[in-house]
C-alpha cells in the first residue's frame, strides 16, 4: 500500500545492513533517498522521522519501516537517550502480484523482549564471520516479518485504531467493484469520514481511498493473471469509468502501465 514495505512470501529478504543508534546529542535523521528498505525497532526514546512530507514518532517498543526511494529527513530533533536497532534490506524484486503482502507501516510490538531477542544475535552475527551469515540473517528477518504480520489481530484490542481498521477494509474490500464512497463508509460505521480517515492512517499509513484504489488494482492484477479478459472488460467488472482511466490508476499504484506489466510477467 502508500508507502508500505512490500515482501513477497515465497522468497527469503536479503539483508544489507544491521546495527543500533544510541542518541547522546540532539540527532537530526539524514536527509537522503536510498534504493534499501530500512526497519527501525525502538527500545528507548521517540525517533522522530518524516517520510515524502508525513512526519512520524516512533515510541519505545515500536517498529517503523521506512520504504526505498522515497525521502527521508528529519524535521524535528531526536533527543538524547533514544536508542534502536536497524535492519536494511534489499526491496523485492518480484512483480507486485495477488500474492504479495505489506508489512504495517508502524506498530507496537506485543512482545518487545522476543523481538529484542531476534535482533541482539542478528546485529552481533552481522559483524562476524560466521559461515551462512546472509542466508541465517535472511531467515532471522523472514521470521520478523510474519510475526509482525500475524499480530494486528490480535494485539491492542482496546486502540481505536486497531478496532476500526478491520473494520474499514472488510468494508472496502465489499466494495471493490464499485466506486469509492465516503458516504456509505461513514453510514455504516456511524462516524464522520475524518476522523474515520484518521484512525485508519494511523494503523496503516496511507489514506482510505488510497487503500481502496490499491485493493481494485490488485484485484485487477489478480484477473489479468488468471483470466483472459482484456483491459476493456475488466474495466467494466470493477466499474472503472473507462480503460483509460483504469491504465492511470494502475501506473500510479504500480509504476508501469497494465500492458508493461503484462510484458514483464510474460517475457
Request: aromatic content about 10%; glycine content about 4%; overall charge positive.
Amino acid at each position: 500500500m502508500e508507502n508500505r514495505v512490500d515482501i513477497y512470501p515465497k522468497e527469503l529478504p536479503i539483508v544489507a545492513t544491521v546495527g543500533m543508534v544510541n542518541v547522546t546529542t540532539p540527532w537530526r535523521h539524514l536527509d537522503r533517498i536510498l534504493e534499501i528498505n530500512t526497519m527501525l525497532f525502538v527500545l528507548n526514546g521517540t525517533v522522530h522521522v518524516s517520510e515524502n512530507g508525513v512526519d512520524y514518532e516512533v515510541n519505545k517498543n515500536q517498529v517503523f519501516f521506512l520504504k526505498n526511494r522515497l525521502h527521508h529527513y528529519g524535521k524535528t530533533l531526536t533527543q538524547p537517550g533514544a536508542k534502536w536497532f536497524w535492519i536494511s534490506f534489499i526491496p523485492s524484486t518480484t512483480p507486485i502480484c495477488a500474492d504479495t503482502m505489506y508489512l504495517p507501516k508502524l506498530l507496537t510490538i506485543s512482545s518487545p523482549d522476543k523481538m529484542h531477542d531476534i535482533i541482539a544475535p542478528m546485529k552481533k552475527l552481522y559483524n562476524s564471520s560466521e559461515p551462512f551469515k546472509a542466508q541465517r540473517l535472511s531467515g532471522s528477518l523472514y521470521q520478523i516479518f510474519f510475526q509482525l504480520l500475524s499480530q494486528p489481530s490480535k494485539y491492542e484490542v482496546n486502540n481505536a485504531a486497531a478496532i476500526i481498521t478491520p473494520k474499514v477494509i472488510k468494508m472496502l474490500k465489499s466494495q471493490i467493484k464499485d466506486k469509492f464512497s465516503a458516504k456509505l463508509i461513514e453510514d455504516k460505521l456511524n462516524m464522520s469520514y475524518s476522523y474515520l480517515g484518521r484512525l485508519f492512517k494511523s494503523e496503516t499509513g496511507t489514506t482510505i481511498n488510497r487503500y481502496h484504489m490499491e485493493l481494485k488494482v490488485r484485484e485487477v492484477i489478480n484477473l489479468m493473471q488468471t483470466t483472459n479478459l482484456t483491459l476493456s472488460e475488466i474495466s467494466d467488472k470493477l466499474n472503472y469509468p473507462n480503460p483509460y482511466y483504469l491504465s492511470r490508476i494502475f501506473k500510479k499504484v504500480v509504476g508501469m502501465s497494465p500492458r508493461d506489466y503484462q510484458h514483464q510477467l510474460y517475457h
